[in-house]
C-alpha cells in the first residue's frame, strides 16, 4: 500500500492528508502541537483549523517527524513558505531515499526568490524528478465538506506525477489533473496571493466588481509575463493553477489573502490585521520576493509593485489605486 506522511496540521495540510487516507494511502499527519496533534489522532478532529469535519479513522497523526517518514512513498510539504527552508533541514536526516518531495505550497522564499520545489531540491538534495507540486483553486474548508474541486499535479516527470495523482484521486469529490511545467503550477500559485491582496484591498475600499475584474484580468498579465520570463508554458496559466487559482483566491471570502487586504482596505493597519488573523496569508510576505524576482528578470508588475508599497512601505490604499489608474497607457498585450 502507498505510504504518505503530511506535514503540518493547517486547514490545507489537514484536508490534503484527508484525501489521501480516503483515496486508500496509508496516510499519517505530522504538527508540532502535541494538544492538536493529540486530538486528531484521539477525536479524528482538526478543531482549530476543520471544525466540524470528521477525518477518516485510518488517518494517524504524531510529532515524531521520523514516524511519520518512515516508510513514506510521498512527504507532503503542507509548512508555511517562509518557514520550509529551516523546518525540511530539521526532518532531511530522515528523509526515505526514493519517497517523493510534495509541495503544498504557495511562495517565494525571501531573500532567495527560490520557488518551494528549488528551495525543496536544495535543502534535501534531491533531483527535479523527486519534486512534486499540487496547485489549483483549492479552499480548503470547502473541499474538506467534500465539495467537488479540481487541482494540478506537476512534476518534470511525468510518471511520478501520474503515481501522485492516483494517490489523491478521490471521485466524484477531488479531481487531480497532471502538468510538467513545475514552474508555471508555482508562479501561478505563488503570485495569485499577491492578486488577492489586491483585490480585496479595493473590496475594503468600497470598490466594485468592474476593480475586481480589472486587477484580476491584468494581474493574470503579470503572472503570465514573469512566467514567460523564467520559461514557463502559457498555457498553465489559462489553467486551473493559473486563471483558475487566481478566481477562487480573488473572490472568496474564505481567501485568507482576500480577507487580509478587505481588511487593509477598510483602514486597519498592519500590525491590526496580522493579530486579527490566525492562518498565514502568504502573498503578505511572498510580495516582497515575487517584485524581487520580477525584477531580477526585467518584468514590469505594477499590481505588485503596489501591493508591496501597502503592505510594507506605508502607501495608502487611495494612492496605490492612483498610481495603477495614472499608468501610461500601453497595449493590452505587452511585455511578453
Request: with cysteine.
Amino acid at each position: 500500500m502507498t505510504k504518505a506522511a503530511v506535514f503540518g496540521t493547517g486547514s490545507w495540510g489537514t484536508t490534503f492528508a484527508m484525501i489521501l487516507a480516503e483515496a486508500g494511502t496509508r496516510t499519517t499527519l505530522w504538527g508540532r502541537r502535541p494538544e492538536l496533534v493529540e486530538a486528531i489522532d484521539r477525536t479524528h478532529t482538526n478543531l482549530d483549523y476543520l471544525p466540524g469535519v470528521a477525518l477518516p479513522p485510518s488517518l494517524r497523526a504524531t510529532t515524531d517527524p521520523a514516524e511519520a517518514l518512515e516508510g513514506a512513498d510521498f512527504v507532503v510539504l503542507a509548512v508555511p513558505s517562509q518557514s520550509l527552508r529551516a523546518n525540511l533541514a530539521a526532518w532531511r536526516e530522515h528523509l526515505p531515499r526514493e519517497a517523493v518531495l510534495v509541495s503544498l505550497m504557495k511562495g517565494v522564499e525571501l531573500g532567495t526568490t527560490k520557488r518551494m520545489s528549488e528551495v525543496i531540491r536544495e535543502v534535501a538534495g534531491v533531483p527535479e524528478e523527486r519534486v512534486a507540486v499540487v496547485s489549483g483553486p483549492n479552499l480548503a474548508k470547502e473541499i474538506a465538506q467534500r465539495q467537488p474541486a479540481a487541482t494540478v499535479v506537476a512534476c518534470v516527470d511525468e510518471s511520478v506525477a501520474a503515481r501522485l495523482q492516483e494517490a489523491c484521486h478521490l471521485p466524484p469529490w477531488f479531481r487531480p489533473y497532471t502538468n510538467p511545467d513545475v514552474v508555471g503550477v508555482e508562479l501561478g500559485g505563488a503570485v495569485k496571493n499577491v492578486i488577492a491582496l489586491a483585490v480585496g484591498v479595493s473590496v475594503g475600499m468600497g470598490m466594485g466588481d468592474n476593480v475586481s475584474a480589472m486587477l484580476m484580468t491584468r494581474g493574470l498579465a503579470e503572472i503570465s509575463r514573469l512566467g514567460a520570463a523564467l520559461g514557463a508554458d502559457p498555457h498553465t496559466f489559462a489553467g486551473l493553477a493559473g486563471m483558475g487559482d487566481l478566481v477562487a483566491t480573488c473572490t472568496s471570502p474564505l481567501s485568507r489573502n482576500r480577507t487580509f487586504g478587505e481588511r487593509l482596505g477598510r483602514g486597519m493597519t498592519l500590525a491590526e490585521v496580522i493579530a486579527a488573523t490566525r492562518q498565514t496569508a502568504e502573498g503578505v510576505k511572498s510580495c516582497e520576493s515575487v517584485l524581487e524576482l520580477a525584477r531580477k528578470h526585467d518584468v514590469e508588475m505594477p499590481i505588485t509593485e503596489v501591493v508591496v508599497g501597502v503592505v510594507h512601505d506605508g502607501m495608502s490604499p487611495t494612492e496605490a489605486g492612483m498610481l495603477l489608474m495614472s499608468r501610461s497607457p500601453k497595449p493590452e498585450r505587452y511585455g511578453v
